[in-house]
C-alpha cells in the first residue's frame, strides 16, 4: 500500500497568533486601562464639567472685581490642568470604540480573505484535477451581458459586496473616493444584478466628477445624443449657430431653412416682456378669515419694501417684485415673483420665500406652512398661471419674410401659410382645448435647444407655451409671423450648465456664465435666441405642411435605408 504523509502546517507560537472573529474573548483596547471603562469614563466626565464650572465662575468675579485674568492662583492653575487632561481625555475616549470596531473589523477582514484564498485555491486545484471530457457549465443562470473590463481583485469584492446588498450601491462615491470607479462599479453590480447587458451604454470619456452632488446620483454611464447646428439665425443685429440635441431627423434641417429665410428677409427682433422666476407656498389657517387677514397684508403696498428686504438678503442677486394671492378655503396661495440674475433661479426663489414664511410667523403664529411649493407657481406643470402672467422670461419675436423668400425658399405663398395658421394653429387648438398650445411645434424647438445648452428638460412642458401669429402685410405680398412665449425658464449659470458639453454649446451662443456686465444679461439673451430658434422652426414647418411637403421631408431625413441588426453585429 502506497502511504502518503499529509503535509502539516507549522503551528505559530501563541504569542504570534492572531485572534479570529469567533474568539469569544477578543482583546480590548479599554483593557488598558486601570479602571473599568465606565468608570473612568464617569470620572473624567464629572472632572470636566466640575472644572469648567469653576473656572467660569472664577472668570466672572474677576471680571466684576476689574481683576487682570492672566493673574492665576494654586487652584486656578489645578483646574487648567484638569480641564487639559480630562478633555484630551474625553477627546480620546470617543475614539477608543472606533479604533476597537476597526482593529476587530481588520482581524476578520484578513480571516476572510485567508478563507476566500483557500477557496480560490481549492477550486483551482479541483479544476486542474477535473477530466478532460468533462464540460464546465458557466452559464447556469442563463445569463448573457458584456462585463465591465478592467476591474481589479479589489473592485471585484465591491461587485459582490453590493450584489449582495451588503454596500449600498450609492454610497460608492463616498467610500472609493473616485467617481469613475464608481460608476463602473456600479455599472458591473447592475448588470450581474438584472442579468441584463448595457453594452452600448458609453462609461469613459465622462468627467463623472462634473456631476457629483448636482447633476445626477449614481451614474452607470451617459446617453449620447447628436448636437446638430441650425442658422445662421439673424436676430437683433446679430448672427447666431443655435445648437440643437435632437434624435429627430428633419428638425435641425427644417429650423436651419426658418434661419436661411429669416436671415434672408432682414432678420427677426425680439422683446423681453418680463423676467421673473415665480414660487408660491401654500399656507393654511383655522379660518377663511385669518387666511384672508394674510392676503390683505400681503398685497398691502405699505408692506412691500420690509417684505421685499427680507426676501432680497437671500441672494446678491434676488429682486423681489411683486406677490399675488390666490384663496382656497382656509388655504392661502402666495405666488412671489422676482429676478435672479443669470441663473433660472428656483432654488434662489425659493430660499427668498423661506425667508419671508419665516418673518412672518411672529405676526401670524397660527399659519401652518403647508408646502414651499403648492403648484401655484406652477413648475413642470401646463398651466393658466403662467400662460397669462408669466414665468422665467416672456419674450416676442417677430420677422417680416419677403414674398420672394416665401416662394422660393419655403416653396409656398402667404395667403396659404396665414389661413393655415388660422385654422391649425388658432381655431385647430381651441378644438382640442389647448393651454398655450397655439402652434405646430415649439417645443421640439425648445427642447432641443435645452437639451444641448443644460437646461432644466422637464422645464419644456412650460417654456413651450406659444402662440404664433401669421398675417399678410404690405397688400398681401409679404408675411409678417411672430411667437409669444410667456414661460421660457432659462440660465446661463448652475445645474447643467456647468458641464463641459453644454458649457460649450452656451459659449457658441455667446452666453456662457454670467454676465458681468447686466446681472441677467446672458439669460435673457439665451430667452431670446429660443423664442428666434422657435420662429424659425414654426415658419419652417408651417410651410412644408402648407406645400405638402411633410411626409416626403420626413420619409427623406428621418428614415434610414441601412440595416441596422447588421451595423450593431
Not at 417684505?307 to 432680497?312: A, E
Not at 393655415?420 to 381655431?427: F, G, I, Q, R
Amino acid at each position: 500500500m502506497d502511504l502518503r504523509r499529509r503535509h502539516q502546517p507549522p503551528q505559530q507560537p501563541p504569542s504570534r497568533r492572531k485572534s479570529v472573529a469567533g474568539d469569544p474573548h477578543p482583546p480590548k483596547v479599554s483593557d488598558a486601562l486601570p479602571l473599568p471603562l465606565y468608570l473612568t469614563n464617569g470620572v473624567f466626565l464629572t472632572l470636566f464639567f466640575a472644572v469648567v464650572y469653576f473656572l467660569l465662575q472664577r472668570w466672572r468675579e474677576k471680571i466684576r472685581n476689574s481683576t487682570p485674568l492672566h493673574v492665576v492662583t494654586l487652584s486656578e492653575i489645578a483646574a487648567i490642568v484638569a480641564f487639559i487632561a480630562s478633555f484630551i481625555y474625553l477627546l480620546g475616549f470617543f475614539g477608543i470604540d472606533f479604533v476597537l470596531s476597526f482593529s476587530t473589523r481588520s482581524d476578520e477582514d484578513e480571516d476572510e480573505e485567508e478563507e476566500i484564498e483557500k477557496v480560490i485555491v481549492k477550486q483551482d486545484v479541483m479544476e486542474r484535477c477535473s477530466p478532460c471530457g468533462i464540460v464546465l457549465d458557466n452559464n447556469k443562470n442563463n445569463k448573457v451581458f458584456d462585463r465591465t473590463l478592467g476591474l481589479s481583485f479589489d473592485d471585484e469584492e465591491i461587485v459582490k459586496s453590493v450584489v449582495s446588498g451588503i454596500t449600498p450601491s450609492y454610497s460608492l462615491e463616498a467610500k472609493l473616493g473616485d467617481c469613475f470607479r464608481a460608476a463602473k462599479v456600479r455599472r458591473e453590480a447592475l448588470q450581474r444584478t438584472t442579468g441584463r447587458s448595457i453594452e452600448g451604454l458609453p462609461l469613459e470619456g465622462f468627467d463623472y466628477e462634473s456631476i457629483l452632488g448636482q447633476c445626477c446620483e449614481m451614474p452607470v454611464g451617459y446617453v449620447q445624443i447628436p448636437v446638430g447646428i441650425a442658422g445662421p439665425l439673424l436676430l437683433d443685429g446679430r448672427e447666431y449657430s443655435v445648437p440643437m440635441a435632437t434624435t429627430e431627423g428633419c428638425l435641425v434641417a427644417s429650423t436651419n431653412r426658418g434661419c436661411k429665410a429669416i436671415h434672408l428677409s432682414g432678420g427677426a427682433f425680439s422683446v423681453i416682456l418680463k423676467d421673473r422666476m415665480t414660487r408660491a407656498p401654500v399656507v393654511r389657517f383655522g379660518s377663511a378669515r385669518r387666511a384672508a387677514d394674510l392676503k390683505f397684508f400681503l398685497e398691502n403696498p405699505a408692506n412691500f419694501e420690509t417684505l421685499s428686504f427680507v426676501f432680497n438678503k437671500s441672494s446678491r442677486f434676488a429682486r423681489l417684485q411683486d406677490i399675488k394671492c390666490a384663496i382656497a378655503g382656509k388655504n392661502l396661495y402666495t405666488r412671489f415673483a422676482c429676478s435672479t440674475g443669470d441663473a433660472m433661479g428656483m432654488n434662489m426663489v425659493s430660499k427668498g420665500v423661506q425667508n419671508v414664511l419665516d418673518f412672518l410667523q411672529s405676526d401670524f403664529p397660527d399659519m401652518d406652512v403647508i408646502g414651499i411649493s403648492g403648484n401655484y407657481c406652477s413648475d413642470k406643470k401646463p398651466a393658466a398661471v403662467n400662460w397669462i402672467e408669466g414665468r422665467g422670461k416672456s419674450v416676442v419675436c417677430e420677422a417680416v419674410i419677403k414674398e420672394d423668400v416665401v416662394k422660393k425658399v419655403l416653396k409656398t405663398n402667404v395667403a396659404s401659410l396665414v389661413e393655415l395658421n388660422m385654422l391649425k394653429n388658432l381655431t385647430g387648438s381651441a378644438l382640442a382645448g389647448a393651454l398655450g398650445g397655439f402652434n405646430a411645434h415649439a417645443a421640439n424647438i425648445v427642447s432641443a435647444v435645452y437639451i444641448a445648452t443644460g437646461q432644466d428638460p422637464a422645464q419644456n412642458v412650460e417654456s413651450s407655451h406659444c402662440i404664433t401669429m401669421m398675417e399678410a402685410i404690405n397688400d398681401g405680398k409679404d408675411l409678417h409671423v411672430s411667437v409669444t412665449m410667456p414661460s421660457i425658464e432659462v440660465g446661463t449659470v448652475g445645474g447643467g450648465t456647468q458641464l463641459a458639453s453644454q458649457s460649450a454649446c452656451l459659449n457658441l451662443l455667446g452666453v456662457k456664465g454670467s454676465n458681468t456686465e447686466s446681472a441677467g444679461g446672458n439669460a435673457r439673451q439665451l430667452a431670446a435666441i429660443v423664442a428666434g430658434s422657435v420662429l424659425a422652426g414654426e415658419l419652417s414647418l408651417m410651410s412644408a405642411i402648407s406645400a405638402g411637403q411633410l411626409v416626403k421631408s420626413h420619409m427623406k431625413y428621418n428614415r434610414s435605408s441601412r440595416d441596422m441588426s447588421k451595423v450593431s453585429s
